[in-house]
């Protein structure tokens, strides 16, 4: 990982879903996007592979150990306080009925609900392609119960 101004911080982050609810919370007050929601994820160590912070983060954060699957999406965004490259993570909890430590903040929120919520820019994306997906598999699951 480079200190270079124009080299993004790799961040791990894990979209960890139960049916059609996904793991959430608002960051703390004294941090950077105070009040904003965020998935659970974090910078990248030093020769540490996206992936691995994924899980890393999302067991210090949330204290749930989660079985990181495949890369959904990247995304590389400015913000004012830094140059990021966002690594979106699906995820599921290691053991299916497991919920995060009541101290973590985070919460499972239904993917419609997502995009009411203020999360940092650059989540955007992520968030409408959650929210389609989930619309889509409705309507499929609709279809199929109506025959």
């Known amino acids: 990982m480079s200190d270079a101004p124009d080299s993004p911080i790799p961040v791990g ?77 699906d995820c599921t909890t290691e053991h299916p009925t497991a919920d995060p430590a009541a101290a973590s903040g985070f919460e499972w929120v239904q993917a419609g609900e997502l995009l009411a919520l203020r999360f940092p820019e650059a989540n955007q994306a992520i968030l409408e392609e959650l929210v389609r997906e989930d619309d889509t598999e409705k309507n499929i699951k609709g279809i199929f119960s109506r025959g």
């Open 13 to 89: 982050i894990g979209i960890i879903r139960r049916g059609d609810r996904f793991l959430v919370r608002q960051r703390p007050a004294g941090t950077v996007y105070a009040g904003y929601w965020e998935f659970p994820g974090g910078k990248c160590e030093s020769g540490e592979e996206p992936a691995r912070a994924t899980a890393r983060e999302c067991f210090e954060e949330t204290g749930l150990a989660v079985v990181v699957g495949p890369l959904r999406r990247v995304t590389t965004y400015r913000y004012p306080h830094g140059l990021v490259e966002l690594f979106f993570h």
